[in-house]
C-alpha cells in the first residue's frame, strides 16, 4: 500500500474505533473487526480464551452486562464471523506472522478499551467537527487507545506487503481492558508471551511534544485496584442505633486512616481512595459501605508495602465497629526496567525518520501506572529484552479528559517506526 493510502486508512481505522468506544472486557466489536482484518491481511489468529486466562481476569463485568454489550455489539457492526469468540467478554486478540524462515520472535502490544468519560459536545472539539464523535454516551476513547488500534493494523500491513523480506514471527497482540491495569495479567497467564525473543509496548502522547519520540519510558509506578466492602447491621438511628453495626463508619475510619500510611523511605508511594458509597437513608444506621482504592510504588515491593497497610487499616475498622468486611482486587501492574539494548534499537529507527524531530533514549519521569509491566517482566524472566515507547503528538486536552483528541499525523511515523524496529532485529539475528 502506498505510504499515502495507508496514511489516509489509518485514519478511517482511528475514527471508526472512536466512534464505538468499548469499556473492559467488553471490546467485542472492536475485537471482532480486528480478527476480520487481520485474517485478510493473512495472520494467524488466536480469540478470546485462546489468549485469555479466565482465572486472572480482574474487574470483569457480570455476566448480565457482557450479554447485554454483546447485543449491542451486534446491531452496531461487529463481524458476525469473529463476534462470537468474544461473547464472554473475553476480547484478547493475537495475530501472528510466520514468515517460516528461522528468527526471533518479536511482540508489540496494543491496547483497545475505551474510558467511562461522555466526549464533549463543544463546537471547537474536532472529533465533532469532523464527524466522528463518540456515539455511545459515557464511553470515550479519551487516551489514545483507538490510535494504538490503528497502528498495530498499519503495521500489519506493512509487515504483510514485505514478508518475504523478514524473518522468525511476528506476533501483534491486541490486549483488553487496559484502563484499570486489568487485562494484561490474563494474557501472559495464557503463555501468549512464552516465546517472544522482543517485546515492544507503545503508547501515544503522555505529554511527549510532536514529532519527539521516546524509545523507553521508565515511570510506571507499580499499582493494585481494591474494591472494599463492609457488611454490618441496619438499624432505627432513633429508637434503636445500639442494635446496628455501623458500615459507613467503618469505612469513613479506613478512608482516614488509609491516607495516614507512613511513606517508604526506598521509593515514591501513592494512594487513593477515589470513591466511598454508603447507607440507603438519614434515619437508618449503615449496613453496608464500598471503597475504591487505589495504591502506587515506585517498585512492586514498595507497593506491596502500602496494599498490606491498607489490608491492615480495613481489618482493624472492620473490628472496630464488629462487621464484616471483603477485599478485591480489581486491577494490578508491575514495576519494570525497559531493555536498553532494545531500547537503543528503537532510537536508532527514530532517529533515521523524518517524520522525528528529536529522539530520546529513556525518560523516567513519573508516569502512572500500566499493565503492559506484565508482558514486559515475562519475557525479560525469560532472557529476552522488551521496552515501552512513546510517540509523541499534540494533544487537545490531557489523557482522561472529555476533550483528549490527538494530531493524527502521528499515526504513520509511529507504523513507520514499528516496522523499521522489525527489519533492524531481523538483520540483527
Known amino acids: 500500500m502506498e505510504k499515502v493510502n495507508l496514511a489516509k486508512q489509518l485514519v478511517e481505522w482511528r475514527r471508526d474505533f472512536h466512534q464505538y468506544p468499548e469499556t473492559g472486557f467488553l471490546e467485542m466489536r472492536t475485537a471482532s473487526i480486528l480478527a476480520s482484518i487481520l485474517a485478510d491481511l493473512g495472520f494467524d489468529l488466536q ?44 476480547t484478547g486478540v493475537v495475530a501472528t506472522l510466520d514468515t517460516k524462515k528461522e528468527g526471533p520472535t518479536i511482540a508489540y502490544r496494543f491496547d483497545m478499551d475505551a ?12 472529533p465533532n467537527l469532523e464527524c466522528f464523535k463518540s456515539k455511545i454516551p459515557d464511553k470515550m476513547h479519551a487516551c489514545g487507545h483507538d490510535a494504538h488500534m490503528s497502528i498495530g493494523l498499519g503495521l500489519a500491513t506493512l509487515l504483510t ?4 523480506n523478514l524473518c522468525g514471527k511476528i506476533k501483534l497482540i491486541f490486549q483488553p481492558a487496559e484502563e484499570g491495569t486489568r487485562g494484561a495479567k490474563s494474557m501472559v497467564q495464557a503463555n501468549v508471551v512464552a516465546d ?35 457488611n454490618g447491621m441496619a438499624s ?31 521509593g515514591t508511594t501513592r494512594v487513593n481512595v477515589g470513591e466511598l458509597h454508603a447507607g440507603t437513608g438519614r434515619n437508618i444506621i449503615a449496613n453496608q459501605a464500598k471503597l475504591k482504592v487505589e495504591t502506587r510504588g515506585e517498585t512492586s515491593s514498595i507497593n506491596d508495602y502500602v496494599k498490606d497497610q491498607v489490608e491492615s487499616i480495613v481489618a482493624g475498622a472492620a473490628t472496630m ?68 515507547c512513546i510517540f509523541g503528538t499534540e494533544l487537545a486536552a490531557g489523557h482522561h479528559n472529555e476533550k483528549f483528541d490527538i494530531n493524527e499525523d502521528t499515526l504513520l511515523p509511529a507504523v513507520e517506526i514499528l516496522y523499521s524496529s522489525v527489519v533492524k532485529l531481523c538483520e540483527k539475528e
Open 236 to 266: 432505627h438511628a432513633g429508637s434503636r442505633p445500639e442494635e446496628g453495626k455501623n458500615a459507613l463508619l467503618a469505612a469513613a475510619s479506613a478512608a482516614l486512616n488509609i491516607y495516614a500510611i507512613p511513606r517508604h523511605s526506598e
Open 321 to 388: 465497629y464488629q462487621i464484616d468486611y471483603d477485599i478485591e482486587v480489581v486491577g494490578e501492574g508491575l514495576s519494570c526496567r525497559c531493555s536498553t539494548d532494545l531500547a537503543s534499537i528503537l532510537n536508532e529507527c527514530a532517529q533515521e525518520s523524518s517524520a522525528i524531530a528529536e529522539s530520546f533514549i529513556e525518560n523516567n519521569d513519573s508516569a502512572g501506572s500500566e499493565d503492559a509491566t506484565y508482558f514486559m517482566e515475562a519475557v525479560q524472566k525469560n532472557g529476552g529484552l522488551a521496552t515501552y
Open 161 to 164: 506487503a514485505n514478508k518475504d
Open 196 to 230: 517472544v525473543d522482543y517485546l515492544v509496548a507503545s503508547h501515544i502522547g503522555t505529554g511527549v511534544p510532536h514529532n519527539h519520540f521516546v524509545a523507553a519510558n521508565n515511570g510506571f509506578l507499580a499499582t493494585t485496584k481494591l474494591d472494599i466492602s463492609f
Open 47 to 90: 480469540l478470546g480464551k485462546e489468549v485469555m486466562s479466565d482465572h486472572h481476569c480482574m474487574g470483569k463485568p457480570d455476566e448480565e452486562s457482557t450479554k447485554k454489550h454483546l447485543q449491542w455489539a451486534m446491531t452496531n457492526g461487529a463481524n458476525k464471523n469473529y463476534i462470537e469468540y468474544f461473547s464472554g467478554g473475553y
Open 115 to 126: 474510558l467511562d468519560i461522555n466526549e464533549s459536545d463543544d463546537g471547537d472539539h474536532y
